[in-house]
């Protein structure tokens, strides 16, 4: 859309540009090239953001640590205490607790990476409407922070986990920087699809309140994976598999090193004890990176085939 | 002759107004045939082009489509039809503000405007004392920019926007900001600017300006290029239509002159930097005596008392008369004239060989300006009004000069 055969010669044809969701598709390959370009750009949006959300709070950055600390309690008492993934009266397990724990700070964050940046653009709108700021990058510093609070947050995980020798990390832990980078890419993916959409229709955030809350009811946050087994037809099982957050979650847990966890399950009558895997890091991983490759085309075609419009609908 | 700088073809912008936002996503439906935005043509087939050095003011009613065109050539946003092409490093001064993460500090902004410019982290280093120089914010780089005043924000704008030494500097409405000293050092930067052969694209409402800084304009009404050409022409052909849109008489030149500085024109500080009319009045030349009322015919003298900055400046002082409901009748330079003032006190006398004008009370407003015209240090009246008595009988604002002739002529003569 914008060619430059001299340097920072810019010639632009209403004409010719093409603004197209397929046109838009070849430029991602440079969008990593991007942000790295401006990496000084991001690391102050960055640090104005993680600063920004806490400054004059009497706690200060100690809320990241607090925030999901809390969730986790409450989450704990109501999954853990009364309702069914225990025997009813026993004490929840501390291998159910840290399962429960690093799903919710690892879901928190898709959620809020992706709610955050559904308004990023109108939320610059000085920057979108006045100069040509290159607004693909608003929703990079955004997921970086909760990135950011989810480290946070493992860290915790970790070393309650190491305590009470529920979790059992080993060389996995090194792929910890890999599951970051799926989730980011993810997170950015999805972020930029809604915050192109949000553009258009300022309903788009509500909408995506609800669904997330949705979402993060039907993947395994609260529950094992096993407590589908003869809940639900196979059929729906599987449909369970192709939601997006599975592999991810699983693929955090496995890095952090949870254990599988023993089970009973009801066959033909009889009790017997299993053992519940969190499934193969290597497959979750894979599946993982495809869907967050391709969450970033589709939202980045996308947004970027929707860009011109924004300095006028903001 | 090299390449135009900046090419602009059958360039149309049209908005769309939607009456609600579901309009927006039902008009994409298949089965509705009618559109249901109503469109506004902000530009409507514009084209022109401007050559390497040259400075285009914009001039228009709001409205016109001034800002949308800057917009359209800072990429911010994108024409609807026709083509546009920009060679050149542009650097664009839009509103106070714009451009600036309300949040970040002043360093921050400085660093943000340069990578959005595309200069890297080590360019920018290097420019950031230069601007922070020129903008004068030593104490307040560190605080966030939504603390500045507006004077300090459109100081650290401008610096930002001049300190890229963009090829193509395209400005909107941003002189007379910022305290007096920043706005000598701004119209001095926007001459450096002319001399060393960069492109300017300025917009404005002061035609004043447009005049002493462009040397073409372009006149924008209701979206179409109504008229380009020599910056004076364009000037006054839009005055003109301005006054005859406003049914008010003509007063094209100095009726838009912003006051000079943030200060009390009428007292000045009393400080050694700024150049200031120090008292005024009107004299008959014949005494040399203080008299404000005169006929028609007599010679009038204005007497102008003066003081320079310590360092004296070169100075360029204007003196009008208006009419009690405000038509400018005359108003003279000592720039068009060629007279130069240059001491540090001094007295300048204008006269007025046989006064011209009729009956009526006249406001001598005096204008000091920077050499060029531009930068205004100083205006005030003369205390008195000059009071014109008509011994005649005639009618009007001024005696012209004229003879009656009779003669004899049968039939018609006027076919």
């Known amino acids: 859309m914008t060619s430059g055969s001299a340097p920072f010669e810019q010639s632009y044809s209403a004409e010719t540009a093409r603004h197209t969701v397929l046109a838009s598709l070849v430029p991602v390959v440079g969008y990593p090239l991007e942000i790295w370009r401006h990496r000084y750009l991001v690391a102050n949006f960055f640090r104005r953001d993680l600063l920004g959300r806490f400054r004059g709070s009497a706690l200060g950055l100690f809320w990241v640590l607090v925030h999901p600390i809390f969730m986790f309690a409450v989450y704990y008492l109501v999954f853990g205490y009364l309702f069914g993934n225990q025997k009813v009266g026993t004490a929840p397990t501390p291998e159910y607790a840290l399962y429960l724990f690093s799903g919710v700070i690892a879901f928190t964050a898709l959620i809020e990476g992706t709610s955050r940046s559904c308004t990023c653009v109108i939320d610059n709108g000085n920057l979108v409407k006045k100069v040509a700021f290159p607004s693909q990058l608003l929703p990079v510093p955004l997921i970086l922070v909760s990135l950011t609070v989810y480290v946070v947050g493992a ?5 309650v986990g190491l305590a009470y020798g529920v979790l059992q990390p080993g060389w996995s832990l090194l792929l910890l920087p890999v599951v970051l980078l799926i989730q980011f890419v993810m997170t950015l993916g999805i972020g930029l699809f809604l915050a192109n959409t949000h553009v258009f229709s300022r309903d788009t955030s509500q909408l995506w309140g609800i669904f997330s809350a949705a979402w993060m009811f039907l993947t395994p946050v609260f529950w094992y994976p096993h407590a589908l087994e003869g809940a639900v037809a196979d059929v729906i099982k599987s449909l369970f598999a192709w939601n997006p957050a599975y592999p991810l979650l699983q693929a955090h847990r496995l890095v952090l090193g949870a254990q599988p966890v023993p089970y009973t399950k009801d066959v033909d009558g009889a009790l017997v004890e299993r053992l519940s895997d969190f499934g193969n890091l290597g497959d979750h991983l894979l599946h993982a990176s495809l869907w967050a490759l391709a969450f970033l085309f589709v939202g980045y075609a ?13 | 002759m090299s390449k135009n700088v900046i090419e602009v073809e059958r360039l149309s912008k049209t908005y769309r107004l939607y009456g609600n936002p579901w309009h927006r996503l039902l008009e994409k439906m298949p089965w509705v045939k009618r559109p249901l935005h109503k469109p506004v043509h902000a530009l409507c087939d514009i084209d022109f082009a401007v050559g390497p050095g040259q400075c285009t003011g914009v001039i228009g009613k709001n409205g016109a489509g001034k800002s949308t065109l800057l917009k359209i050539l800072t990429g911010t946003t994108f024409p609807t039809s026709g083509r546009y092409t920009v060679r050149g490093k542009i650097s664009a001064l839009l509103e106070l503000g714009a451009g600036f993460h309300q949040d970040f500090t002043g360093r921050e902004n400085i660093y943000m405007n340069a990578a959005m410019m595309g200069f890297s982290r080590k360019e920018a280093h290097a420019r950031f004392k230069q601007i922070l120089d020129f903008s004068e914010l030593h104490d307040f780089i560190d605080a966030p920019v939504r603390t500045y005043s507006s004077g300090m924000g459109a100081r650290l704008g401008f610096s930002v926007a001049v300190a890229t030494d963009p090829d193509v500097l395209i400005i909107d409405e941003i002189l007379g900001v910022g305290d007096m000293a920043f706005q000598r050092k701004c119209v001095d930067k926007i001459w450096d600017y002319k001399a060393r052969g960069k492109t300017m694209f300025f917009c404005s409402h002061s035609l004043y300006d447009v005049r002493q800084i462009c040397e073409q304009a372009i006149w924008l009404r209701d979206g179409r290029v109504q008229m380009m ?14 006054s005859h849109l406003r049914d008010k008489p003509d007063q094209s030149g100095y009726e838009n002159l912003p006051a000079a500085g943030q200060f009390d024109p009428k007292n000045p500080p009393d400080d050694e930097l700024h150049p200031r009319i120090v008292g005024a009045q ?24 003066v003081r320079n900055s310590k360092t004296p400046e070169k100075l360029a002082m204007a003196i009008g008369a208006m009419r009690s409901e405000g038509t400018l009748c005359f108003a003279h330079s000592t720039q068009f004239d060629g007279v130069s003032l240059d001491q540090r006190e001094f007295v300048v006398t204008l006269t007025l060989d046989g006064l011209c004008l009729l009956s009526g009370e006249f406001n001598l407003p005096i204008w000091l300006f920077d050499e060029r015209g531009i930068h205004r240090f100083h205006e005030r009246p003369v205390d008195q009004k000059l009071v014109v008595q008509n011994r005649t009988k005639d009618l009007g604002l001024f005696l012209q000069a004229h003879r009656w002739q009779v003669e004899r002529v049968p039939g018609s003569v006027f076919k």
């Open chain 2, 229 to 242: 050409a020599d910056a004076v022409m364009v000037t006054n052909e839009y005055a003109t239509w301005e």
């Open chain 1, 302 to 314: 996308v947004f970027m085939s929707r860009r011109h419009k924004y300095a006028d609908l903001v």
């Open chain 1, 155 to 159: 860290l915790v995980c970790l070393g």
């Open chain 2, 282 to 305: 009107i004299v008959d030349p014949a005494t040399g005596q203080p008299r404000n009322h005169f006929a028609p015919g007599e010679t009038v003298a204005i007497r102008v008392q």
